[in-house]
């Protein structure tokens, strides 16, 4: 992130964004794990055919917090029509958009020219993204494989999935309750935090020179 100072993350609000999918049945995508053993352990698991899901979309920063939930796949239009006719709107009426920054990651739907038309018309140059840069002639690439860096990775959807199933919902609509009612009970002081902890986080990736950095305490 070359060009951003550690001051300047201080002292300049970043909302930081992102999208997950909650699995009804509370399935987690974990396949970087794998499991080995010496022995069968016969053991199947059914599970649905065609698993139903909620996809939410987020943007956090260190003075609040919204959400919106995605029928359906996530496409240019869709993300270009979440910005402007939900999140900017919702930003603008609370004076959170002047002097602040938007991050975004590099899906192939926040890329094309209409989002990045949308995007320049709220934020001008202060966007956090791949390809922006050279859209806009200015604006900073967001480093791409790095969800140790970005909030919502390390933090927001591993605490709605760890929350959330606890209630074990049992319809979508019940899903999404579960996670309303807990993104509604995020307090102020939390989101402080995860943004300081972002900054340490940029910190120990410039001490690792860029590589890992998972076996720093955070």
Same mark, same amino acid.
């Given at each position: 992130?070359?060009? *951003?100072? =550690?001051?300047? &993350?201080?002292?300049? =609000? ?9 699995? &009804? ?6 396949? !970087? ?10 053991? %199947?698991? @059914? ?16 003075? $609040? ?17 979440? &910005? ?6 919702? *930003? ?12 975004? /990651? $590099?899906?192939?739907?926040h890329r094309t ?7 320049? $018309? ?15 002639? $200015?604006?900073?690439e967001w480093p791409?494989?790095?969800? /140790?860096? !970005?909030? &919502? ?16 919902? =049992?319809? *979508? ?5 579960? *996670? ?17 902890n972002f900054v ?7 001490? @690792?020179?860029? %590589?890992?950095?998972? !076996?720093?305490?955070?």
């Open positions: 992130m070359t060009g *951003i100072t =550690k001051q300047s &993350l201080v002292t300049n =609000k970043i909302w930081f964004s992102d999208e997950a999918h909650f699995w &009804l049945s509370g399935y987690v995508n974990k396949q !970087n794990y794998r499991y080995w053993g010496t022995t069968n352990p016969y053991i %199947s698991i @059914s599970k649905p055919l065609h698993p139903q899901r909620v996809t939410v979309w987020a943007a956090l920063c260190s003075t $609040g917090i919204h959400y919106h939930f995605i029928e359906g796949n996530v496409n240019g239009a869709v993300y270009d029509d979440l &910005l402007r006719t939900k999140f900017f709107p919702k *930003i603008k009426s609370q004076r959170k958009v002047e002097k602040y920054w938007f991050m975004q /990651d $590099g899906a192939t739907p020219h209409q989002v990045f038309e949308t995007l320049f $018309g709220t934020f001008g140059v202060r966007v956090l993204g791949l390809n922006y840069q050279k859209f806009a002639r $200015g604006g900073l791409p494989n790095s969800p /140790d860096l !970005n909030p &919502l990775d390390f933090f927001l959807w591993g605490f709605l999935k760890d929350q959330g199933y606890r209630c074990n919902p =049992k319809t *979508i609509a019940e899903l999404k309750t579960a *996670i309303t009612t807990i993104m509604n009970a995020i307090k102020p002081d939390m989101l402080k935090r995860v943004c300081d340490k986080r940029i910190d120990y990736c410039q001490q @690792s020179d860029g %590589s890992h950095f998972e !076996n720093i305490y955070m």
